[in-house]
């Protein structure tokens, strides 16, 4: 099992920035990958990047690319998603995921296994 827990959400002002972060615990050796969602207010879950655990290479949805930056410190088994130049169109809860098992891609939530209980991210115009 791994637990997730997600922190860093709150209010910015478009232009503004936030620091997500997701704590790992559990069997973190287990893991293959670990992603970032979003679900906004009606709409589906979407992918917004991923960092594979073994060789450090990431992947990004288009809207956030050049914005936003997954990033992983081994000591703590916590992944980051830094969002800069955040946009109203941000605005949404954010979840982080665990995939155990190796996949030819990361962005379909239908990969990952465990999931963090998701924070709001508010992006104010």
Same mark, same amino acid.
């Given at each position: ?20 972060s ?6 973190? #050796? ?6 970032? #969602? ?8 979407? #992918? ?8 450090? !290479? ?9 914005? #936003?930056?997954?990033?992983?410190? !081994? ?16 605005t ?18 239908? !990969? ?8 709001q ?5």
């Amino acid at each position: 099992q791994v637990q997730l827990v997600e922190s860093g959400g709150g209010l910015v002002q478009a232009g503004g920035s936030l620091r997500l972060s997701c704590a790992a615990s559990g069997r973190t #050796f287990s893991m293959a990958a670990m992603g970032w #969602f979003r679900q906004a207010p009606g709409k589906e879950r979407e #992918f917004v990047a991923d960092y594979i655990w073994n060789g450090g !290479n990431t992947d990004y949805a288009d809207s956030v690319k050049g914005r #936003f930056t997954i990033s992983r410190d !081994n000591a703590k088994n916590t992944v980051y998603l830094q969002m800069n130049s955040l946009k109203p169109e941000d605005t949404a809860v954010y979840s982080c995921a665990a995939a155990r098992w190796a996949r030819d891609s990361y962005r379909y939530p239908n !990969n990952y296994g465990y999931w963090g209980q998701g924070t709001q991210v508010t992006v104010s115009s």
